[in-house]
């Protein structure tokens, strides 16, 4: 059965080229001229959409000095949760004009909302699908509210295991959601490339049939690229003006270049795997004539025996394959022959 599904009028599955997604997170830093030029940087460098989070502090956590809302290590330990998300999140009023600023450039613009408060502001605006961050993958009223949208819906799946998945799953369908894809994740920041277990990705596709990529913290393209080899027809990565900003997410995220490649090689990548072909490739038609093929090497008069020293094994291909050495060797002429010609079966007496 063909996967596939449409954000936007893009086709993203099978038999697509894989569909960049650059996730702009909290790399713009508290400055809406930065957010603005994230957006030109990744259309610049190939990406298919840009991807922004759609949250308030008071709508992801609670305002708590409490030891279950502080952050003791990682990225980000010294934290409260609260005070993480108001440093990290995108002020509700960028999002038009972010959204604006997307569509006249000419990529497409998506969202993780965070609650439901989140997706009516995304849907006043119109956007093409959603995206549902790893942490929310087990709020399935969440999920829910986002399928009733209609639109498409990409779910990541960190931490999540296979129960969990299906259960997202699940809930996505029950809320209506007819477009819907996956993506294998691990939600490390960074994350080694060794906990990838790319081999996933095709279990995945198998286990939960719907169209399925790779959300990738590591650190460089190797862990994405590979994916595309694994089936993975969506790749997110973090995407950041100068990874040495200093914002919440710019240590792990790739620079326009990095991106750049990304869009490039993941393509690349793509269009190796092409389908089964044991045939002759177009590159390879004028290389024919290198093979090896039987040339005589001394000169022949008609009725003479063919013997092993008249005969080698030579490049180029223009002769007899040598795999017809037996039906030539002890065999007469039919006409003279000189030195360094071609063997022709048709020369040879029955």
Same mark, same amino acid.
């Given at each position: 059965?063909?996967?596939?599904?449409?954000?936007?009028?893009?086709?993203?599955?099978?038999?697509?080229?894989?569909?960049?997604?650059?996730?702009?997170?909290?790399?713009?830093?508290?400055?809406?001229?930065?957010?603005?030029?994230?957006?030109?940087?990744?259309?610049?460098?190939?990406?298919?959409?840009?991807?922004?989070?759609?949250?308030?502090?008071?709508?992801?956590?609670?305002?708590?000095?409490?030891?279950?809302?502080?952050?003791?290590?990682?990225?980000?330990?010294?934290?409260?949760?609260?005070?993480?998300?108001?440093?990290?999140?995108?002020?509700?009023?960028?999002?038009?004009?972010?959204?604006?600023?997307?569509?006249?450039?000419?990529?497409?613009?998506?969202?993780?909302?965070?609650?439901?408060?989140?997706?009516?502001?995304?849907?006043?605006?119109?956007?093409?699908?959603?995206?549902?961050?790893?942490?929310? $993958?087990?709020?399935?009223?969440?999920?829910?509210?986002?399928?009733?949208?209609?639109?498409?819906?990409? /779910?990541?799946?960190?931490?999540?295991?296979?129960?969990?998945?299906?259960?997202?799953?699940?809930?996505?369908?029950?809320?209506?959601?007819?477009?819907?894809?996956?993506?294998?994740?691990?939600?490390?920041?960074?994350?080694?490339?060794?906990?990838?277990?790319?081999?996933? /990705?095709?279990?995945?596709?198998?286990?939960?049939?719907?169209?399925?990529?790779?959300?990738?913290?590591?650190?460089?393209?190797?862990?994405?690229?590979?994916?595309?080899?694994?089936? $993975?027809?969506?790749?997110?990565?973090?995407?950041?003006?100068?990874?040495?900003?200093?914002?919440?997410?710019?240590?792990?995220?790739?620079?326009?270049?990095?991106?750049?490649?990304?869009?490039?090689?993941?393509? %690349?990548?793509?269009?190796?795997?092409?389908?089964?072909?044991?045939?002759?490739?177009?590159?390879?038609?004028?290389?024919?004539?290198?093979?090896?093929?039987?040339?005589?090497?001394?000169?022949?008069?008609?009725?003479?025996?063919?013997?092993?020293?008249?005969?080698?094994?030579?490049?180029?291909?223009?002769?007899?394959?040598?795999?017809?050495?037996?039906?030539?060797?002890?065999?007469?002429?039919?006409?003279?022959?000189? $030195?360094? %010609?071609?063997?022709?079966?048709?020369?040879?007496?029955?």
């Amino acid at each position: 059965m063909t996967k596939r599904i449409n954000i936007a009028g893009r086709d993203i599955g099978d038999g697509c080229a894989p569909y960049i997604i650059a996730e702009m997170s909290a790399n713009h830093n508290g400055d809406l001229n930065a957010a603005l030029r994230i957006i030109e940087e990744a259309k610049r460098a190939g990406a298919d959409a840009i991807k922004i989070q759609t949250y308030r502090p008071d709508t992801i956590t609670l305002k708590s000095d409490l030891p279950d809302f502080q952050i003791t290590d990682g990225l980000w330990a010294g934290r409260t949760l609260y005070d993480l998300y108001e440093w990290a999140h995108t002020p509700w009023e960028w999002h038009k004009p972010l959204f604006e600023h997307a569509r006249k450039l000419g990529i497409t613009i998506f969202s993780s909302p965070f609650d439901n408060t989140a997706v009516d502001l995304l849907e006043d605006l119109n956007a093409a699908a959603y995206k549902i961050a790893s942490f929310e $993958a087990v709020d399935l009223p969440l999920i829910k509210y986002v399928a009733s949208t209609g639109k498409p819906m990409i /779910i990541s799946t960190g931490m999540a295991d296979a129960e969990e998945i299906q259960e997202a799953i699940d809930a996505a369908r029950e809320g209506g959601c007819k477009e819907l894809a996956i993506l294998h994740c691990v939600s490390g920041y960074p994350a080694p490339a060794e906990d990838y277990n790319l081999r996933t /990705i095709p279990d995945m596709i198998e286990r939960f049939g719907l169209v399925t990529g790779l959300s990738d913290h590591t650190l460089d393209n190797t862990t994405a690229i590979a994916s595309v080899v694994m089936g $993975a027809s969506i790749i997110e990565k973090h995407f950041t003006l100068d990874r040495s900003g200093g914002g919440p997410d710019d240590s792990f995220s790739l620079e326009p270049t990095e991106l750049a490649a990304l869009c490039r090689d993941s393509k %690349t990548a793509w269009a190796a795997l092409g389908k089964v072909d044991y045939g002759r490739k177009s590159s390879e038609q004028g290389n024919v004539k290198f093979r090896r093929s039987l040339y005589f090497v001394k000169d022949l008069k008609a009725g003479d025996v063919i013997t092993a020293d008249a005969v080698r094994s030579v490049r180029p291909g223009f002769g007899a394959a040598p795999k017809h050495i037996d039906q030539i060797l002890g065999h007469r002429l039919n006409i003279d022959v000189t $030195a360094n %010609t071609p063997v022709n079966i048709k020369l040879i007496r029955n």
